[in-house]
Nanobody, 115 residues
Framework: QVQLVESGGGLVQPGGSLRLSCAAS????????MGWYRQAPGNKRELVAS???????NYADAVKGRFTISRNNLKNTVYLQMNSLKPEDTAVYFC?????????WGQGTQVTVSS
């Protein structure tokens, strides 16, 4: 069974940093486009950042210049480095893996930015 397991969430003060990780198993990871999404209470799930199999990246305007997505195909892991965090970044962050008709999600990790 395919698994995407997120880690690294938590409580951080405004201006702080967190690094999220998503470890994938039972997929040919290097072929997949990987993404990070987030969902705040009362809001729909939105794309934060994505990285293609070749390493091309895409970011939501709200996080450009603050967040960096990367991947390590040897470790089957995708990362999201989040700097200069703001209270509005508070949400559950989900990892996604996509290839053709295959679409997999992790269980989510909570990120709370508060003083």
């Amino acid at each position: 069974q395919v698994q995407l397991v997120e880690s690294g969430g938590g409580l951080v003060q405004p201006g702080g940093s967190l690094r999220l990780s998503c470890a994938a198993s039972r997929i040919t990871f290097r072929l997949y486009a990987m993404g990070w999404y987030r969902q705040a209470p009362g809001n729909k799930r939105e794309l934060v950042a994505s990285i293609g199999p070749g390493g091309s990246t895409n970011y939501a305007d709200a996080v450009k210049g603050r967040f960096t997505i990367s991947r390590n195909n040897l470790k089957n892991t995708v990362y999201l480095q989040m700097n200069s965090l703001k209270p509005e970044d508070t949400a559950v962050y989900f990892c996604n893996g996509h290839l053709a008709t295959a679409d997999y999600w992790g269980q989510g990790t909570q990120v709370t930015v508060s003083s």
